[in-house]
């Protein structure tokens, strides 16, 4: 199998919106097509947020990863965090989810990043396996997260 990791542009929105609703219908998340595509188009216009990929296998897209952009002090720079990662289920246990840190990890320093974060789900000790195996350690930090109301 092929695979490659390709930057999503504004052109292909079509071709990435289904895997966002199967993304958000795994996990149970709330999921509103239009105002989700309208959303990643805008984020797609304003570069300096961060990047889309689409996972491709054999040239076939088989999930993607969204990087968001910040800024840390405590590494001294430029940060980004996966904050979507998804693989279809045909295409789980394959080695792409892997394979598509790896080459975000290798884009680290042409993206100006000194430090890529993500998160996964408590229950998810698969996901969190696979993150270990890609380099990613666990801080022993807990996320907290504030919403206005």
């Known amino acids: 199998m092929s695979n490659s990791l390709a930057q999503v542009t504004i052109t292909d929105v079509d071709q990435l919106m289904p895997l966002v609703g199967e993304f958000y219908a795994h996990f149970g998340y709330p999921y509103e097509p239009v105002g989700h595509q309208i959303l990643i188009e805008n984020f797609l216009k304003n570069p300096h947020l961060g990047s889309l990929w689409l996972i491709q296998a054999d040239r076939i897209n088989a999930g993607y990863l969204a990087l968001t952009y ?62 270990e195996q890609a380099g990613f350690r666990d801080l022993g930090r807990s996320t907290l997260t504030w919403r206005p109301t």
């Open 70 to 131: 910040g800024f840390t002090f405590e590494f001294l720079g430029r940060d980004a965090f996966v904050d979507e990662l998804y693989i279809t289920e045909q295409y789980r246990s394959q080695g792409l989810g892997e394979y598509a840190l790896k080459q975000i990890q290798a884009k680290a320093p042409s993206l100006g990043l000194v430090a890529v974060h993500l998160q996964t789900e408590a229950y998810n000790g698969r996901a969190k396996r696979l993150y």
